[in-house]
């Protein structure tokens, strides 16, 4: 049992360069969500999914694009990459209500120059 | 809108010690959770607290949800380097389905 499994685990891009990270549970989780995490800026959220073929904004969605094709997959797009979007990308998903606990997968790191 | 605060940003304590983290939600909770995150790992949840005035309990760590459910605090008795990373509180947005994450305490224990 995986649980959350992220790719790529690191990536560096240059400024203006496009890419997708994926996030895959095998939790049959309904909820899904990308995190961002800045030094002394905790979690924050981008977007977030409540189920397959829906998608929502968060706190900081700007520059990123999402898809929940299938139940088990998120994605997080970078259309053109900007160097404020160095950081550590945390994908979580949980069960169908909000008072169940996120389970994270490990992270990816990505540098912009 | 809604905030939630932590504090403080960092604490450094010798081994033995012990260490409180406070959490303030600028709205009424539902619930609120706790999540630890070890350097260089991703945040695991450690506990709920649903009830006002709820008192938990995991070995050596006390999660405490105020009377008002605003706020919340998580205590650590004896510190052990074990217990070295980011404690990070988290409460259900008004009316969506996330969660808002405090900005986390950053624990450092000393051996």
């Known amino acids: 049992n995986a649980g959350v499994t992220q790719t790529p685990k690191f990536r560096v891009l240059k400024t203006g360069q496009s890419m997708t990270l994926l996030c895959a549970q095998d939790?049959?989780?309904?909820?899904m969500y990308w995190y961002r995490q800045d030094p002394g800026m905790g979690l924050r959220l981008i977007h977030y999914?409540?189920?397959?073929?829906?998608?929502a904004k968060g706190e900081v969605p700007d520059g990123y694009n999402v898809s929940r094709l299938k139940k088990q997959n998120f994605l997080l797009g970078l259309e053109s990459a900007a160097p404020s979007q160095t950081s550590v990308y945390f994908c979580?998903?949980?069960?169908?209500?909000?008072?169940?606990?996120?389970?994270f997968g490990d992270g990816t790191r990505l540098s912009i120059l | 809108g809604q905030q939630v605060m932590q504090i403080p940003q960092y604490q450094h304590v010798q081994e033995g010690e012990d260490f409180t983290t406070y959490c303030n939600s600028s709205?009424?909770?539902?619930?609120i959770q706790w999540y630890k995150q070890r350097p260089g790992g991703h945040p695991v949840f450690l506990i709920q607290?649903?009830?006002?005035?709820e008192v938990k309990k995991q070995k050596r760590l006390t999660f405490q949800f105020g009377e008002a459910k605003k706020n919340s605090s998580l205590h650590i008795t004896a510190t052990q380097t074990t217990d070295v990373g980011t404690y990070f509180c988290?409460?259900?947005?008004?009316?969506?389905?996330?969660?808002?994450f405090g900005t986390g305490t950053r624990l450092k224990v000393l051996a």
């Open positions: 979580a998903s949980s069960y169908s209500t909000t008072n169940q606990p996120q389970h």
């Open positions: 939790m049959n989780h309904e909820y």
């Open positions: 999914s409540v189920g397959e073929g829906t998608t």
């Open positions: 709205t009424t909770l539902s619930n």
């Open positions: 607290l649903v009830k006002s005035g």
């Open positions: 988290a409460g259900p947005g008004s009316g969506t389905y996330k969660y808002i």
